[in-house]
């Protein structure tokens, strides 16, 4: 089936109470392990790149990447997403290359550093939603200030600034009157990066409650968590057995994202998980026999450790099941049903 539009999937995910988690990628590899964990799972997907993913792997590979993973999987709806936009210049282009989903992120100005101010985010995201909502694709937008830099992308504020930059519940219903998005990522205290937290988090760090209350204002917004991986102490373990040096961290624990799901979280971001299983599969290839060099030797099983961290997170997100099931609505269907919606958005 063609790529599906971001907003068809959430909306399926909204009516069936589940989440679905939103995996970055940079290669032929990583698709292929999230491709293969949807199929084992019978899980709908998400499939995202950010900007810096787009420069390393030249788009026409991701382009066709995508292409031939829809090819080879025809009953798994896919979609595919740009991952924090830096400026509406960055989403046009992803829409022309055929991303069904684009996130104009308008927290931060251009630079993808400096926080921007509430006006600049909804004159970007607006002009975003206007075009996009117009060829039928979805648009996620963001409001407060996430924690750390993922790919050259964020503000870097610790996990201690983060917590004065939150989501404002009121502005964001306001945000989203103004914008039309469709998603929201929101700002609850979580973090870009691997390392999130010093210590186990608790309701103090992940602020559960302003989810809730941003899900009651505006119970048709697909709530995002950005830096939602749990960073599993098995995998920085591995890696530092065979050599690597990852300090002491604590990620989103799953049941904290569970919660999230209850309360209006539709997609959660996850891209850190994915790297530590990768780099401590290669690791360990490395160390175990360090006579091997044909590259295959040591992707396939990183491709095999990313394909189990995805699975169990599609588990858990409760994704797990529903591929079968969601409608398979085109970017034309799309279309005409913003344009029916008229007036914003
Ligand atoms: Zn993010």
Redesign the pocket.
């Known amino acids: 089936m063609p790529l599906l539009p971001m907003r068809v999937l959430l909306d399926h995910a909204a009516e069936n109470d589940y989440g679905v988690g939103a995996f970055n990628v940079n290669n032929m590899e990583q698709i292929q392990a999230i491709m293969e964990a949807a199929r084992e799972t019978n899980s709908p997907v998400i499939v995202q790149a950010s900007r810096g993913a787009r420069a390393y792997s030249d788009d026409n590979y991701l382009r066709h990447l995508m292409l031939a993973a829809a090819e080879l999987n025809p009953t798994i709806p896919i979609v595919m997403h740009q991952?924090?936009g830096n400026s509406p210049q960055t989403c046009f282009s992803a829409i022309e290359m055929g991303f069904t989903s684009v996130m104009m992120d308008g927290s931060l100005m251009e630079d993808g550093k400096t926080p921007s101010t509430y006006e600049y985010n909804v004159k970007v995201t607006k002009e975003v939603v206007e075009v996009a909502h117009a060829k039928g694709v979805t648009v996620e937008a963001e409001l407060g200030t996430?924690g750390g830099i993922?790919d050259g992308?964020g503000a870097g504020l610790t996990g201690d600034e983060a917590l004065k930059h939150l989501t404002d519940p009121a502005q964001a219903e306001e945000f989203v009157a103004e914008t039309g998005c469709d998603a929201l990522?929101v700002a609850i205290g979580t973090s870009?990066g691997a390392y999130k937290f010093t210590r186990k988090p608790t309701g103090e760090v992940l602020k559960m409650d302003i989810i809730a209350e941003i899900h009651r204002r505006l119970p048709n917004t697909h709530l995002v968590m950005?830096?939602s991986s749990s960073v599993p102490k098995e995998l920085v373990d591995i890696i530092n057995q065979y050599g690597g040096k990852i300090r002491e961290t604590y990620g989103v624990p799953v049941e904290q994202i569970q919660e999230g799901i209850r309360h209006g979280v539709r997609k959660v971001?996850v891209d850190t998980d994915s790297r530590l299983a990768i780099t401590g599969a290669i690791r360990k290839v490395f160390a175990e026999h360090p006579e091997k060099f044909d590259p295959r030797d040591y992707l396939k099983p990183a491709r095999t450790a990313m394909k189990e961290v995805v699975k169990a997170r599609m588990i858990a997100f409760g994704q797990a099941g529903w591929a079968d099931k969601v409608p398979t609505l085109t970017l034309e269907d799309m279309k005409r049903k913003y344009h029916d919606m008229g007036a914003v958005g």
């Open positions: 991952d924090h996430l993922e992308h990522a870009h950005h830096g971001n």
